[in-house]
């Protein structure tokens, strides 16, 4: 245990220093700009990718704006088990996303995939829909980055090949784009979160 205790923690110091973490402040001023115009931002993930993207959702709605009156408008797509299975025996598991971003997003709105792999054939879907809605998109990714580092506007890709390390690189982003919100919120001018 020891042992492994050491290489994870190498390896997570090291995928912290790749060139993915210079795309975040993309993401922090997307953010604030959904906040501040009102707009919709949506995450969507499978398995931990999924967990995780009900914890971001909670984050963002509440926390950023804990100390400000309002958080962010936002939702996680995979929160909704009635909904997800519904779509997955009605019409397909690839379209629990797209549907959901079918009926509700609109232009201008953000679309925030997280996938290890990024291949799974439902974030797929959801980006494919979420840029011929007019959506800015991201995708927090892993390995390769996959399909979806091909689709995303804004992809943040880190090329590691450990889906442990991807998930909790997606919460690490997350996090710090709820710090930066933290500091910066719609009461004040927003410091440029690339020049932070």
């Not at 993207?53 to 309002?70: E, K, S």
């Not at 088990?81 to 953000?110: F, H, M, S, W």
């Not at 959801?126 to 804004?154: P, V």
Request: net charge negative.
């Amino acid at each position: 245990m020891r042992d492994l205790i050491g290489r994870y923690r190498e390896a997570f110091h090291a995928a912290l220093g790749l060139e993915a973490m210079d795309a975040v402040p993309t993401l922090g001023e997307a953010l604030r700009e959904s906040w501040r115009t009102g707009r919709t931002i949506y995450l969507c993930g499978n398995g931990g990718s999924a967990g995780n993207a009900n914890h971001l959702a909670n984050d963002f709605l509440y926390g950023a704006g804990v100390t400000h009156g309002v958080g962010l408008k936002v939702e996680s797509l995979s929160a909704n088990p009635a909904v997800l299975t519904c779509l997955a025996n009605d019409i397909g598991y690839e379209n629990v996303y797209a549907e959901q971003l079918r009926v509700k997003a609109e232009p201008g709105d953000v679309l925030i995939v997280l996938s290890g792999s990024g291949n799974s054939p439902n974030v797929v879907k959801a980006l494919e829909i979420g840029a011929a809605k007019g959506m800015t998109t991201f995708a927090i990714l892993g390995f390769s980055g996959g399909k979806c580092k091909q689709l995303a506007q804004h992809p943040i890709h880190f090329a590691v090949d450990d889906m442990q390390i991807a998930e909790d690189l997606q919460m690490v982003v997350g996090h710090i784009c709820m710090q930066w919100l933290c500091a910066n919120p719609l009461s004040q001018p927003a410091t440029s979160a690339a020049a932070e």
